[in-house]
């Protein structure tokens, strides 16, 4: 299965600030997701991102809040745009393995303050 | 649209019980399933997967689930659960047909093992 660098692990930053998270896969994928982990809850999929298009938002999640790049088949960057408190959450980037199921990144642990 | 529901939220065993832990897909159509687990302070962990073909699937660790396509269910199971299973359980679903391939996650079941 895919080998998936995200970085940076952790951070902690002022609100009203922006954070770029950035996901290297070790093959090359399609698509690579983007997901949410609040405290204490489920993963909310936040957007899919395919190279040399746009990505593809899911309700409630908007570009200029989480504009996301796909220059290459293994790399993407999400960045969370004018952070405030409720953004404190882990986001993890995700590619399909094919037949293994999909492969998630370590997570990034955002706080904001 | 597609969802995945997780019945129970929170579950608290005795080491040696037996688990049933439900999951309901919403999708209709050809659907890949998944149950994730994710220990304390690690990461998401990949327990089994159904594709197609035999509807009984086992995974790592013991856990095992069954794909019942008339209850639209994918429960996993493990007859005899250990503290070490004390974790978050997440069952997720994906369009088999769809070239979209997004995963998308119940809301995760917090299963406690008593010693």
């Known amino acids: 299965s895919a080998v998936i660098s995200q970085k940076p692990s952790r951070d902690i930053c002022q609100r009203g600030t922006s954070l770029t998270i950035q996901c290297q896969v070790d093959s090359q994928v399609t698509m690579m997701f983007w997901y949410r982990q609040q405290p204490g809850q489920s993963l909310t999929l936040i957007a899919t991102?395919?190279?040399?298009?746009?990505?593809?938002?899911e309700s409630g999640f908007v570009i200029d809040k989480f504009p996301i790049s796909r220059p290459n088949l293994t790399f993407s960057t999400l960045t969370v745009s004018n952070m405030s408190p409720e953004d404190s959450s882990i986001y993890l980037c995700?590619?399909?393995?094919?037949?293994?199921?999909?492969?998630f990144g370590s997570g990034t642990r955002l706080t904001v303050v | 649209a597609q969802s995945v529901s997780q019945h129970n939220h929170h579950v608290i065993l005795s080491e040696a019980a037996s688990l049933e832990l439900g999951c309901n897909y919403s999708?209709?159509?050809?659907?890949?399933l998944f149950w994730y687990v994710q220990y304390p302070g690690q990461h998401l962990q990949l327990l089994l997967k159904y594709f197609s073909g035999d509807p009984l699937v086992k995974g790592i660790k013991g856990f095992e689930a069954e794909f019942i396509k008339s209850k639209f269910s994918f429960n996993l199971r493990k007859p005899s659960v250990q503290w070490s299973d004390t974790a978050e359980y997440f069952c997720a679903s994906r369009h088999g047909s769809s070239n979209t391939g997004k995963l998308i996650f119940g809301q995760g079941t917090t299963l406690q093992v008593k010693p």
């Open positions: 991102a395919n190279q040399g298009s746009e990505a593809t938002y």
């Open positions: 995700s590619v399909d393995s094919g037949g293994v199921g999909y492969t």
């Open positions: 999708y209709g159509g050809t659907v890949n």
